[in-house]
């Protein structure tokens, strides 16, 4: 309840500045125009604020001494994912102003400031935070709603990728469901049935990879008494058991183009046929199809039919590879720690290094990596608190440093490749050569001139690595030791 006595707050902002002056001043024309101020005069201040306080705005001055603005807007993002953020730049900082808008901050004010422009700076990110808090409370009554919710993840692929899936889940479309191995192309095909009207009937799953292409048959179709040797009385198919419901079929493309013809006949017609039996059923099923292949390239190469991929291909949903979202990774571990938690009579917590340390991987495997890496480390783990050292990652899927081309090594990556009229992309060879070259050059300042552990880390021996970095032009660094 609120009255003319109690003004409802506008808002919370923290001000951080680490001049005396500067910071009271600001603080005071805020306070005046009814916001709720908090004041910290350093970023480990200003932390220690956010952890404690919700915040809707951070105002901070760029430099400061000893964590300057960008950092603090970085760790400040880390622990409240939600704040908005202004920085307070000096005149002529334009470049900084650029990068911390880059790293997520709402806006840039330059010092020294009119009254007028904070407030009017300082309204509009507020604005944000509301629109967005709404955003945000819609999306989770959207998912709780709708089945949603067993999909974790709320980066903006995700997101993308269940605002699409919601809408086509409405319809009748058959879907198919594009992703790595990994990605949670079932899980999407679930969320599907889930929200569709068809939700209260089942879903029916078929993995057509796993069984031989006959089985395949007639489990799909089933058969009639008699069918074969040993059909001693007639079965129902998958198709029929998922009448009204929803036929889940996953590796789609690992079918031989006789099973695809039938399948395709069945979908035309929307009838099935037992194997033996001269008539047709008429069925009502809804088809999700899933596959970890490149289907366009099956097609184009004659191991798909076409005229089958278009006939799946009504809708397609791409499930994008984890590497492509590892904001997805934090949320995911503690998703799949929790689970194993539950299971076992230890609470294990992830360390934040843990969590870095798992966003420098790339996810060969995608969230199905992820899950085995977090219930391997909850089974084995000594601690309590899950450490970097309790996440093993294989060597081939570590993200390397970006680094710029010129300190790799290479030509700057716009500069002409050839001199060529039609020059196109660069050849493989090429590609490979580069990436040689670049992992080469940055395990090489890792190691600086110990050229064993070089050789070590990239999985080759000291011959080899000698031999390649001879062929790419690679001078060993003064005093190497092999
Ligand atoms: N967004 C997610 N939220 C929670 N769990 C997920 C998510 N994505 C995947 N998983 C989990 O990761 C594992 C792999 O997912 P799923 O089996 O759906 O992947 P897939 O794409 O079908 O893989 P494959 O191609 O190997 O069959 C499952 O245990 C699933 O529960
Ligand atoms: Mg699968």
């Given at each position: 309840?609120?009255?003319?006595?109690?003004?409802?707050?506008?808002?919370?902002?923290?001000?951080?500045d680490?001049?005396?002056?500067m910071r009271a001043?600001?603080a005071?024309?805020?306070?005046?125009?009814?916001?709720?101020i908090?004041?910290a005069a350093?970023?480990?201040?200003?932390?220690?604020?956010?952890g404690?306080?919700r915040?809707?705005?951070?105002?901070?001055?760029l430099?400061?001494?000893?964590?300057d603005?960008?950092?603090?807007?970085?760790?400040?993002l880390?622990?409240?994912?939600?704040?908005?953020v202004?920085?307070?730049?000096?005149?002529?900082?334009?470049e900084?102003?650029?990068?911390?808008?880059r790293?997520?901050?709402y806006?840039?004010?330059?010092?020294?400031f009119?009254?007028?422009?904070?407030?009017?700076?300082?309204?509009?990110?507020?604005?944000?935070?509301?629109?967005?808090?709404a955003?945000?409370?819609?999306a989770t009554?959207?998912?709780?709603r709708?089945?949603?919710?067993?999909?974790?993840g709320?980066s903006?692929?995700?997101?993308?990728l269940?605002?699409?899936?919601?809408?086509v889940?409405?319809?009748?479309a058959t879907?198919?469901i594009?992703?790595?191995?990994?990605?949670?192309?079932e899980?999407?095909?679930?969320?599907?049935?889930?929200?569709?009207?068809r939700?209260?009937?089942?879903?029916?799953?078929?993995?057509?990879?796993?069984?031989?292409?006959?089985?395949l048959?007639?489990e799909l179709?089933?058969?009639?008494?008699?069918?074969?040797t040993g059909?001693v009385?007639?079965?129902?198919?998958?198709?029929?058991?998922?009448d009204?419901?929803t036929?889940?079929?996953?590796?789609?493309?690992?079918?031989?183009?006789?099973?695809?013809?039938?399948?395709?006949?069945t979908?035309?017609?929307?009838?099935?046929?037992?194997?033996?039996?001269?008539?047709?059923?008429?069925?009502?099923?809804?088809?999700a199809?899933?596959?970890?292949?490149?289907?366009e390239?099956?097609?184009?190469?004659?191991?798909f039919?076409q005229?089958?991929?278009?006939?799946?291909?009504?809708?397609?949903?791409r499930v994008?590879?984890?590497?492509?979202?590892?904001?997805?990774?934090?949320?995911?571990?503690?998703?799949?720690?929790?689970?194993?938690?539950?299971?076992?009579?230890?609470?294990?917590?992830?360390?934040?290094?843990?969590?870095?340390h798992?966003m420098?991987y790339?996810?060969?495997?995608?969230?199905?990596?992820?899950?085995?890496?977090?219930?391997?480390?909850?089974?084995?783990?000594?601690?309590?608190?899950?450490?970097?050292?309790?996440?093993?990652?294989?060597?081939?899927?570590?993200?390397?440093p970006?680094t710029?081309?010129?300190?790799?090594?290479?030509?700057p990556?716009d500069?002409?490749?050839?001199?060529?009229?039609?020059?196109?992309?660069p050849t493989?060879?090429?590609v490979v050569e580069?990436?040689?070259?670049?992992?080469?050059v940055q395990?090489?300042?890792r190691?600086?001139?110990?050229?064993a552990s070089?050789?070590d880390?990239?999985?080759?021996?000291?011959?080899?690595?000698?031999?390649?970095?001879k062929?790419?032009?690679?001078?060993p660094?003064?005093?190497a030791?092999?």
């Amino acid at each position: 309840m609120t009255d003319a006595t109690t003004p409802v707050p506008r808002g919370r902002i923290l001000v951080v500045d680490d001049q005396r002056n500067m910071r009271a001043t600001t603080a005071l024309l805020l306070k005046q125009a009814g916001y709720d101020i908090f004041e910290a005069a350093t970023g480990e201040e200003a932390l220690g604020v956010l952890g404690k306080e919700r915040v809707d705005l951070l105002l901070t001055d760029l430099k400061m001494e000893p964590m300057d603005g960008l950092t603090l807007l970085r760790r400040a993002l880390e622990v409240a994912p939600r704040l908005q953020v202004i920085m307070m730049t000096a005149f002529g900082s334009i470049e900084s102003a650029v990068e911390a808008m880059r790293l997520g901050a709402y806006d840039y004010i330059t010092k020294p400031f009119k009254e007028g422009e904070v407030l009017y700076r300082v309204e509009r990110a507020l604005e944000r935070s509301k629109l967005q808090a709404a955003v945000d409370s819609f999306a989770t009554d959207f998912a709780e709603r709708h089945g949603l919710s067993a999909l974790v993840g709320r980066s903006p692929a995700m997101r993308e990728l269940t605002t699409r899936l919601v809408r086509v889940a409405q319809s009748d479309a058959t879907v198919l469901i594009q992703g790595e191995s990994g990605t949670g192309k079932e899980l999407v095909a679930r969320a599907l049935h889930a929200h569709s009207r068809r939700n209260k009937q089942p879903f029916v799953p078929v993995n057509c990879a796993a069984i031989s292409e006959t089985l395949l048959e007639t489990e799909l179709f089933g058969h009639a008494k008699g069918a074969f040797t040993g059909a001693v009385r007639a079965r129902r198919g998958l198709f029929e058991e998922a009448d009204n419901g929803t036929l889940f079929i996953d590796e789609v493309t690992e079918t031989s183009p006789t099973f695809q013809s039938k399948l395709l006949r069945t979908l035309q017609d929307g009838e099935v046929r037992r194997v033996g039996e001269s008539t047709s059923l008429r069925v009502d099923v809804r088809i999700a199809a899933a596959t970890n292949r490149d289907i366009e390239l099956e097609v184009k190469e004659k191991r798909f039919r076409q005229d089958l991929y278009y006939r799946l291909n009504v809708v397609m949903l791409r499930v994008p590879p984890l590497r492509e979202r590892l904001e997805d990774v934090p949320a995911l571990a503690q998703h799949f720690l929790d689970r194993a938690n539950a299971r076992s009579p230890r609470t294990r917590r992830l360390s934040e290094s843990a969590v870095e340390h798992l966003m420098t991987y790339r996810f060969p495997g995608n969230v199905r990596e992820l899950e085995n890496l977090v219930e391997q480390a909850a089974a084995l783990a000594e601690g309590d608190e899950l450490l970097p050292e309790d996440f093993p990652l294989r060597p081939q899927g570590r993200v390397l440093p970006a680094t710029t081309p010129e300190a790799a090594g290479l030509p700057p990556s716009d500069a002409p490749r050839s001199t060529g009229a039609e020059a196109t992309g660069p050849t493989l060879a090429e590609v490979v050569e580069d990436a040689e070259r670049r992992a080469i050059v940055q395990a090489l300042e890792r190691h600086g001139v110990d050229l064993a552990s070089v050789a070590d880390e990239l999985g080759v021996s000291s011959t080899t690595l000698w031999r390649k970095m001879k062929r790419l032009n690679l001078r060993p660094p003064a005093g190497a030791r092999e």
